[in-house]
Structure formats: structure tokens, C-alpha cells
């Protein structure tokens, strides 16, 4: 099994920055990808951004110029650095990991958080 344990959520004025974390942890024989998505309430889970084990980056448009991720492979943790919060930016901010647990094709994990808390106040 893999978990993830995220981080640094919390309540922010608008202009603030806050920095996320989640570390993974369990059987993990090789990671792909880690990355965070948002949910606000009413609305679909949307990305946020995404690292993969390349180094390549994906950002939401919501969050591009603002946010940034990444990762400390060896420790199998990612970071969002967020600035410029908006009262838009408030959600429950999800990270997710995905790759292998062993060395086999089949043995596929893809894992969310448990989701932190952001508040982003006007």
C-alpha cells in the first residue's frame, strides 16, 4: 500500500502565500508522478500541477504564474509554493502519486490525500 500525508493548509489573506507538502510513503518501487488537484465546493476536482519523475511540469491555468511545484525525489515528497492567494483559491487541496510498487508493469498504484484545507481571505 502507498499513503500520503499532506501538509500546510491553513487560513491566508488574500496576497499571502502558503506552502503545501505531502509526502509518500509505503511500497514504492518507482514513482511517475506527484502532483496536487483542488476541490471547491460545488465544483469539480480540477488540477493544480503535476511533476513527473522527468521533471516535466503540468500547471492548471488557475494556477499558472502563482503557484509553483516540487519534489525531493528521494524523499518522495512534493511542495506547491502558492502566492498571490485569491479568495478564488480557496478548496480542499489534494495531492496524488502514481508508479509502480514493483518492478512489474501490473503493479500500478494511483493515490490521493486526504485533502488540506486552504481559506484564502478578501
Known amino acids: 500500500q502507498v499513503q500520503l500525508v499532506e501538509s500546510g493548509g491553513g487560513l491566508v489573506q488574500a496576497g499571502g502565500s502558503l506552502t503545501l507538502s505531502c509526502v509518500a510513503s509505503g511500497s514504492i518501487f518507482s514513482m511517475v508522478a506527484m502532483g496536487w488537484y483542488r476541490q471547491a465546493p460545488g465544483k469539480q476536482r480540477e488540477l493544480v500541477a503535476v511533476?513527473?519523475?522527468?521533471?516535466?511540469?503540468e500547471y492548471g491555468d488557475s494556477a499558472k504564474g502563482r503557484f509553483t511545484i516540487s519534489r525531493y525525489d528521494a524523499a518522495n515528497t512534493v511542495y506547491l509554493q502558492m502566492n498571490s492567494l485569491e479568495p478564488e483559491d480557496t478548496a480542499v487541496y489534494y495531492c496524488?502519486?502514481?508508479?509502480?510498487?514493483?518492478?512489474?508493469?501490473?503493479?500500478?498504484?494511483?493515490?490521493w490525500g486526504q485533502g488540506t484545507q486552504v481559506t484564502v481571505s478578501s
Open positions: 496524488n502519486a502514481r508508479g509502480y510498487r514493483t518492478r512489474s508493469a501490473y503493479a500500478v498504484f494511483d493515490e
Open positions: 511533476r513527473n519523475s522527468g521533471g516535466g511540469t
